[in-house]
């Protein structure tokens, strides 16, 4: 067969076309460290790194989750211990007070410590993460609590259900008693309202037809048909003391995050569950175990020498303490769970990397010699070929 030199000249083009494109792709992966460094290299490869790499995306973001979670579950778990020592503390002192022991005069100042302790859980239900409230549920914008009014009945002649709602302000625990029978919004009935322990009293007339007490700075609205008793000197009949009471206004649902694909957990706390206080939807309080109210009743009885009362409170704040130590434990659970969730997912993203750059990464000690070999081989190609293409007929003659 008859090989011409147009043949000759177009198959040595062609070897050194291949040879050079050769070494020109694993110039690049040498360059890149990958095998793959377009879907033209590996179709089949690329489909399969596109895919894992968008669930390593979806791993990063529930670990992402995981962590900002743990922050927040760690600050609540953290500032509830201290929870937990205050109404040790404060368990200690109504313990005192209830004995009997003391002078008015000693309750009152011990009154004025118990504050302190209710200050404290006060902030503490406050904690924020940033500017998120941990314990206002989902509504994390604002304070889990504000202050607002709240009510200690003296007696059973009257519940918090006869209390619609409360208004103002007050600087101190102000009492409140009747002193005519009759029913809310039928009778007129008189009233006196004293701030100085009962010193000095004011005096009020509510009107037939009305349901608001007017106490100055503070506006009190018993329910219509409440029947009311005169107070007399030994603590029976209609009274009452209005004074501050810490108000939920968080969510009563807490706000969850997604941890994985089929798993979400609460990353913030119901405050109301834990520390109770007075629901802002309706005016009362919440259920017992209510560690607010407990406390702003017995710094009540405190400051009005009332040692048995103080003995129920002593009783109703072992509850309350109770309720927060469940509240961290469920606290720690969630904390616990969601750090072995990261733990896994870690693990899970670790090993997905693994086969992503099984399929993408070169392998280098293998990647150098195949290059060199290809430059050996794109060497070889020109020599020859440069050594047919210079020869003719002339050479032979």
């Given at each position: 067969m008859r090989i011409s030199t147009a043949q000759i000249f177009s198959l040595?083009?062609?070897?050194?076309?291949?040879?050079?494109?050769?070494?020109?792709?694993?110039?690049?992966?040498?360059?890149?460290?990958?095998?793959?460094?377009?879907?033209?290299?590996?179709?089949?490869?690329?489909?399969?790194?596109?895919?894992?790499?968008?669930?390593?995306?979806?791993?990063?973001?529930?670990?992402?989750?995981?962590?900002?979670?743990?922050?927040?579950?760690?600050?609540?778990?953290?500032?509830?211990?201290?929870?937990?020592?205050?109404?040790?503390?404060?368990?200690?002192?109504?313990?005192?007070?209830?004995?009997?022991?003391?002078?008015?005069e000693e309750l009152r100042m011990m009154a004025l410590e118990m504050e302190g302790y209710l200050d404290a859980l006060y902030s503490i239900a406050n904690t924020q993460m940033g500017s998120d409230s941990i314990f206002a549920g989902d509504d994390t914008g604002d304070n889990a609590y504000e202050m607002g009014l709240g009510v200690t009945l003296a007696n059973e002649s009257l519940t918090n259900a006869d209390f619609v709602g409360m208004t103002g302000e007050v600087d101190a625990t102000m009492a409140v008693?009747?002193?005519?029978?009759?029913?809310?919004?039928?009778?007129?009935?008189?009233?006196?309202?004293?701030?100085?322990?009962?010193?000095?009293?004011?005096?009020?007339?509510?009107?037939a037809g009305d349901t608001v007490l007017d106490l100055g700075d503070a506006q009190v609205e018993l329910a219509t048909g409440t029947a009311i008793t005169a107070a007399d000197d030994d603590g029976n009949g209609s009274q009452f003391y209005l004074r501050e009471a810490c108000v939920y206004t968080g969510s009563s649902k807490a706000m969850s995050v997604s941890v994985s694909e089929s798993t979400s957990e609460d990353m913030t706390t119901v405050g109301s569950d834990i520390f109770g206080g007075v629901d802002e939807s309706t005016g009362q309080p919440f259920d017992s175990p209510n560690l607010f109210e407990t406390l702003s009743n017995c710094i009540v009885y405190m400051e009005n020498g009332d040692s048995d009362a103080v003995a129920q409170c002593l009783e109703d704040l072992g509850d309350c303490h109770e309720t927060v130590e469940t509240g961290a434990a469920n606290v720690g659970a969630r904390e616990n769970k969601i750090t072995y969730t990261q733990t896994s997912l870690s693990?899970?993203?670790?090993?997905?990397?693994?086969?992503?750059?099984?399929?993408?990464?070169?392998?280098?000690?293998?990647?150098?010699?195949?290059?060199e070999q290809a430059n050996y081989v794109y060497q070889a190609v020109l020599s020859t070929s440069a050594s047919v293409m210079s020869m003719s007929l002339l050479d032979y003659i």
């Open positions: 040595s083009l062609n070897q050194i076309n291949s040879s050079l494109n050769n070494v020109t792709e694993l110039t690049i992966m040498n360059a890149s460290q990958k095998k793959v460094n377009s879907p033209s290299d590996d179709p089949a490869g690329m489909g399969k790194m596109v895919e894992l790499s968008g669930y390593k995306q979806s791993l990063t973001g529930y670990i992402d989750n995981c962590g900002v979670a743990l922050d927040y579950l760690d600050t609540a778990d953290q500032v509830l211990s201290t929870a937990s020592e205050t109404i040790t503390a404060a368990l200690e002192l109504a313990e005192q007070a209830s004995t009997e022991t003391y002078t008015d008693r009747f002193t005519s029978d009759g029913t809310v919004g039928t009778d007129a009935l008189d009233y006196e309202y004293s701030t100085d322990g009962g010193e000095t009293w004011t005096t009020g007339t509510l009107a693990l899970v993203k670790e090993l997905t990397s693994n086969s992503i750059s099984s399929i993408e990464d070169a392998d280098a000690t293998q990647l150098v010699t195949e290059l």
